[in-house]
């Protein structure tokens, strides 16, 4: 079929929910993706922070090719191998850094962020119900992303994505982002009514803004002092993004919820919402579910990327990249700001520079860019990312900004 076809098939059958860039994808390997047409690019958006090992990491396809050989689904009615393994390695990064905890984290897998925000809002709503605080409000962070369910929509203090779906569910408290004072303001205004403070790390769809390590334990303190949980959205800035295995290690807290996805599975469809043994045991069988979370082939998915992660030493690339790429980001002199942590970083131009037209061009020059507003590029590359990579990327930034200023 060729590239034509295939985009006349998905204009006529497929829901317009994406502007699609003029390419079809047909392979790829580590930071490289190919075109039906044989043209090579290096993959700065990793599926949105997907493929956190690149595409297609030779443990992870052998893992699901040897699992779907095998058995593909079951349903959470009975016992599968690997499951109770991908568990025990999440409690396991989740106390990174703290080896005395006491107790593990307990893991809810789900498909999607989405599901496991889902999954994290309500665990959180019936604790605060379950020990007697009786609080529902949850406060939420201005700009943030969470989900496009409508729970996770309300969730998401952005209101041109919510305006189309509204009346949304209630009880989603908006606060400014790194404002310790606005924060305390909202709890003053909802004695007894909050059950959690929920807040990304590192805010990502809106183009890679980092909490404070001050404001978010305040947050921490607040919610604790309040008989609140703090909830922590890692969806895209978990799984190594930044460095750690999650972002809040960097900043000096210890949340009772996790919410994660993306690189979880390298690739595979996955989510996964944990919590302190003491916040998860309020869930029950019955009272929450999901028919696909956490399949045999999600499951051997999982275990062989968080396996290849720590054996490849992938973190500490994270770190020298990371830092290197940043680095770079800074010496371009049309940088009026760069944002972020670890391979989780954003440039901010001004107006004179249109980010779109330089994604596009981008993709022409063979790389895969992407935008989160007209002025801001936000990179997103797998976790394998090289210098070198960011070398190749670096001889071709000033010709691509050229060409999209105006």
């Not at 404002?179 to 790390?201: H, K, R, S």
């Not at 009026?336 to 037209?357: N, Q, S, T």
Request: charged share 15%; with cysteine.
């Amino acid at each position: 079929m060729t590239f034509e076809q295939a985009k006349a098939l998905d204009e006529k059958y497929v829901m317009h929910t994406f502007g699609r860039k003029p390419v079809e994808f047909v392979s790829g390997a580590g930071m490289h993706l190919q075109d039906d047409a044989g043209n090579d690019y290096i993959d700065f958006l990793s599926g949105i922070g997907v493929c956190c090992l690149g595409h297609c990491h030779p443990a992870v396809v052998s893992a699901v090719q040897e699992q779907a050989a095998k058995l593909m689904h079951v349903s959470n009615y009975y016992y599968i191998e690997q499951r109770g393994e991908v568990a025990e390695q999440l409690s396991a990064m989740l106390n990174w850094g703290d080896p005395a905890r006491p107790t593990p984290w307990k893991t809810f897998f789900a498909n999607s962020g989405a599901e496991a925000n889902e999954c994290a809002i309500k665990l959180a709503r019936l604790y605060s119900r379950e020990r007697g605080h009786g609080g529902q409000g949850i406060i939420c962070m201005e700009r943030s992303f969470h989900g496009r369910t409508l729970a996770t929509l309300a969730a998401t203090q952005q209101p041109v994505k919510q305006a189309a779906f509204q009346p949304l569910p209630q009880n989603f408290l908006a606060a400014p982002p790194n404002d310790i004072e606005a924060l305390q303001a909202v709890f003053d205004a909802n004695p007894q009514g909050i059950a959690a403070v929920m807040v990304e790390p590192v805010q990502g769809e809106c183009g890679v803004y980092p909490l404070t390590e001050e404001y978010l334990q305040a947050a921490c303190q607040m919610a604790h002092d309040n008989g609140a949980l703090l909830i922590c959205d890692e969806v895209q800035c978990g799984i190594y993004r930044t460095g750690t295995p999650f972002a809040f290690q960097q900043l000096g807290v210890v949340p009772d919820i996790v919410a994660m996805a993306k690189g979880i599975a390298g690739g595979f469809p996955m989510g996964a919402c944990a919590a302190r043994d003491a916040v998860a045991e309020v869930f029950q069988p019955g009272i929450h579910g999901s028919t696909f979370g956490g399949s045999n082939l999600a499951v051997a998915a999982a275990h062989a990327t968080l396996s290849a992660i720590v054996d490849e030493g992938v973190p500490a690339n994270v770190m020298e990249v990371g830092a290197y790429f940043k680095e770079q980001l800074e010496a371009i002199p049309q940088a009026k700001e760069v944002r972020g942590m670890g391979l989780m970083l954003a440039i901010e131009f001004g107006d004179e520079v249109d980010a779109g037209k330089l994604v596009l061009d981008a993709l022409g020059a063979g790389f895969v860019l992407n935008y989160t507003g007209s002025h801001t590029l936000r990179f997103l590359p797998p976790l394998i990312c090289t210098t070198e990579d960011v070398d190749a990327l670096m001889a071709a930034l000033p010709g691509l900004i050229a060409g999209a200023t105006a």
